[in-house]
């Protein structure tokens, strides 16, 4: 039975433990001072311990395919060189850090978000097919702005080889691995999802597109491991029939394992981009924030757009709250298919739940999962590790108040806003908790 402090083999990378920073959206933009702004955001979880970090989701083009403001792409191979002083940074601490390699499409700014479509009028959102029905009604009733072009097969090979230049990029900046972003209603879903993917081509089956994708990565980026997420669409609302089971999520895991990828992290997903990917309590503090009322207003369009989205938020807070360890389940099965590690996030707030997911002191039910990861809990405690690997009765402070990512529609950082937390995390730093040697 592993236990946390276990090392871990991905792909030929071994990790000093089994414990992960799992993606998040940094927001460090393209500017001169993007590494500087992830290794303030990162580099204090390697120092404290973490064995691996994900940087959160990168656009594997220039333009367009951005799901929220101020992305960090690694398509330019000049920019993405100079990520290495970060890279370096995780290194110094014994860490390692795997970048997480997506392209939007019809979750694109460019669908949603208005004042990037103002400022961008030229870009179209890519299509794995026509876009669902309920997707053409919410354009129709001025919700979205939809102006999608569907990828031809040749044009399918040209955005998998993007990902391939991305993670040849990605390892010459000094990554130690690549994380697809297939969940959380990217592109890479997109294919796999019978809601979206009514292709007649080879492509009709995603996995087809991930397998080309994979082969990319190895003919420009060499052994560097992949992982994946791999979503199983069971949050969706009743009236999408057509969506990936958990029976089609674990046979995904199935497939993918066999194509060569390194790793899998089954997710429970909905088709479109909403709270199941969170859960817990609606973000009020966040929505009556004065300093993001005006962000909210250039995202959304109008005041009224910017209150019914809030709207409709509080409503997801009660459908998908909190719930301990959601994507358990959907792991300890994906386990039992594949030969690869299956790594688990999703709900998971201390070293107690940590021990059973990984099967340690002698757990009945065996391992759940390899590896276990956090991610908003990292926003409220950037040194979390050292207290998880510390203490076996160790409790994240981060009370799935979600006021942390709401503001990152306004292009606002990711970072905890809820007093109480902070006076408790200060209360830590105080008493040396997050200290390490």
Not at 156 to 171: K, S, T, W
Not at 249 to 275: E, K, Q
Not at 374 to 398: K, S
Request: hydrophobic share 40%; charged share 25%; aromatic share 8%.
């Amino acid at each position: 039975m592993p236990e946390l402090e276990s090392p871990l083999e991905i792909g030929g990378v071994e990790l000093p433990n089994r414990l992960y920073r799992a993606p998040l959206l940094e927001c460090a933009g393209e500017g001169p001072d993007a590494a500087e702004t992830l290794a303030a955001e990162l580099e204090p979880a390697a120092a404290a311990g973490a064995g691996l970090v994900f940087q959160g989701a990168s656009p594997v083009r220039e333009t367009g395919g951005r799901v929220a403001p101020s992305m960090t792409s690694l398509a330019d191979p000049e920019f993405a060189e100079s990520l290495s002083a970060f890279t370096d940074a995780v290194h110094d601490h014994g860490g390692r850090v795997f970048v997480q390699l997506d392209h939007g499409g019809l979750r694109s700014l460019e669908t949603w978000h208005r004042g990037y479509r103002r400022a961008n009028p030229d870009l179209t959102q890519l299509a794995v097919s026509e876009p669902p029905r309920p997707l053409r009604l919410a354009d129709r009733l001025g919700f979205l702005d939809l102006d999608a072009r569907v990828l031809s097969t040749d044009e399918v090979y040209e955005l998998a080889a993007d990902f391939g230049r991305c993670a040849a990029n990605a390892a010459a900046a000094g990554y130690d691995g690549i994380h697809l972003g297939g969940a959380n209603m990217g592109i890479l879903q997109q294919f796999l999802s019978p809601f979206y993917n009514r292709r007649r081509d080879e492509f009709a089956d995603g996995v087809r597109f991930f397998e080309v994708v994979h082969d990319e990565i190895r003919s420009r980026a060499g052994d560097l491991p992949v992982v994946t997420k791999v979503p199983a669409e069971t949050e969706a609302p009743p009236f999408v029939r057509r969506r990936l089971t958990a029976d089609d999520a674990v046979d995904l895991c199935a497939r993918l394992d066999r194509i060569g990828y390194d790793a899998v992290v089954p997710v429970r997903v909905s088709t479109f981009w909403d709270m199941s990917i969170v859960r817990g309590r609606f973000p009020e503090r966040a929505w009556r924030d004065e300093r993001f009322r005006e962000g909210y207003v250039a995202a959304f369009g109008s005041r009224w757009r910017a209150a019914l989205v809030a709207a409709a938020n509080r409503i997801e807070g009660v459908a998908y709250g909190f719930e301990p360890a959601w994507n358990a389940d959907l792991a300890r099965r994906a386990r039992e298919a594949v030969s690869v590690p299956v790594l688990l996030e999703g709900g998971v707030r201390t070293r107690e739940q940590i021990d059973d997911l990984l099967g340690a002191d002698g757990a009945e039910s065996g391992p759940v999962c390899d590896a276990v990861g956090m991610a908003r809990p990292f926003y409220a405690e950037p040194r979390l590790p050292a207290r998880l690997l510390d203490a076996d009765e160790a409790e994240a402070v981060c009370e799935n108040c979600n006021n942390c990512t709401v503001p990152q529609v306004a292009g606002a950082p990711g970072v905890c806003r809820t007093p109480e937390v902070l006076a408790e995390r200060g209360e830590l730093e105080r008493r040396g908790a997050y200290e390490r040697e």
